[in-house]
């Protein structure tokens, strides 16, 4: 074939899959998400990489500290979280840290939380470390008017790899399980700025069942308003156990994944093709950022 010819025919393939583009970007304007990709087209990076089709949602993390300040190693995974959201469009204004100090990075200062910190006796199970704190922290960035759309909080080390679709669908609540057994997950969540009841009912169980994790004292607070929250599908919680049958299961493609990549087995599992499926999870602007953080198995740096 001449080139000529050859160029006519490529031509006439970009030319054909015109419509088809511009029908899923009209689509994606209607719907508030992102275009869906086509397989095949040379024009997916322009379509579903470089084009955001604003949500209005925000992005929370939380850190508190007896130390009052990061633990050593913990900050470059807020910083990596911070690099990761702005790569997927997220606003700066739209991310929130809520931490017990002043931090800032890349243009984002924390949100410093003035009243969540429960008593030292209840939360401290470990010297120098306190668990639990997420739910004291959403409680008050709720009552104090930070939270005033659909937002989603998650943990240091879930890790959002695909840019949510419109989640206006969700009720108060948008929850997330381990992937093999329904039990109640806090570490990626939705919920919405009416839900500050359901925190305090939250704490009150903790205390009540003297329980400093708080999914095992969540579990009964949900399961007596069934009406106001709904199960997500494992692709917005995918964890490092059960991959092979979790993978089954979830939505595809992944949109979180949940995992610590400075250890062996969850880079292998993530990060490379040396793992039961035979391709890595994680995208490789992830892996980048993993890289230009330190956070990833030391032996493969």
């Known amino acids: 074939m001449s080139n000529g010819a050859r160029s006519m025919v490529l031509d006439s393939e970009k030319?054909?899959?015109?419509?088809?583009?511009?029908?899923?970007?009209?689509?994606?304007?209607?719907?508030?998400?992102?275009?869906?990709?086509?397989?095949?087209?040379?024009?997916?990076?322009?379509?579903?990489?470089?084009?955001?089709?604003?949500?209005?949602?925000?992005?929370?993390?939380?850190?508190?500290?007896?130390?009052?300040?990061?633990?050593?190693?913990?900050?470059?995974?807020?910083e990596m979280q911070i690099d990761n959201a702005l790569e997927l469009g997220w606003k700066r204004e739209d991310i929130i840290l809520a931490t017990n100090f002043d931090f800032e990075y890349a243009g984002i200062r924390s949100r410093v939380l003035r009243r969540s910190v429960p008593p030292k006796w209840f939360i401290e199970s470990v010297p120098g470390f306190w668990k639990c704190t997420k739910v004291w922290a959403m409680l008050e960035l709720i009552e104090d008017g930070d939270i005033d759309c659909l937002s989603w909080f998650h943990d240091g080390d879930a890790f959002q790899v695909k840019r949510f679709e419109n989640m206006d669908w969700l009720p108060d609540f948008g929850l997330t399980h381990y992937g093999w057994q329904e039990t109640l997950c806090s570490g990626s969540m939705f919920f919405r700025p009416n839900t500050a009841d359901v925190f305090k009912d939250w704490i009150a169980s903790m205390y009540a069942l003297n329980q400093c994790?708080?999914?095992?004292?969540?579990?009964?607070?949900?399961?007596?308003?069934?009406?106001?929250?709904?199960?997500?599908?494992?692709?917005?919680?995918?964890?490092?156990?059960?991959?092979?049958?979790?993978?089954?299961?979830?939505?595809?493609?992944?949109?979180?994944?949940?995992?610590?990549?400075?250890?062996?087995?969850?880079?292998?599992?993530?990060?490379?093709?040396?793992?039961?499926?035979?391709?890595?999870?994680?995208?490789?602007?992830?892996?980048?950022?993993?890289?230009?953080h330190k956070l990833c198995y030391t032996r493969v740096l």
């Open 15 to 78: 030319l054909a899959s015109w419509p088809i583009l511009l029908y899923c970007l009209i689509r994606s304007v209607i719907c508030c998400s992102e275009p869906p990709c086509i397989e095949g087209s040379s024009l997916n990076a322009v379509f579903c990489k470089r084009i955001l089709i604003p949500i209005v949602m925000k992005n929370v993390m939380t850190y508190v500290t007896p130390t009052g300040d990061f633990r050593p190693s913990v900050q470059h995974f807020y």
């Open 213 to 292: 994790r708080e999914e095992r004292a969540g579990a009964p607070v949900f399961a007596k308003i069934p009406q106001r929250w709904k199960w997500l599908d494992i692709s917005f919680n995918f964890g490092s156990q059960f991959i092979p049958k979790t993978y089954l299961s979830a939505e595809k493609p992944l949109r979180v994944i949940h995992f610590y990549p400075t250890s062996l087995r969850s880079w292998r599992d993530f990060c490379t093709s040396d793992n039961e499926l035979g391709f890595p999870l994680a995208p490789e602007w992830l892996i980048s950022l993993f890289r230009k």
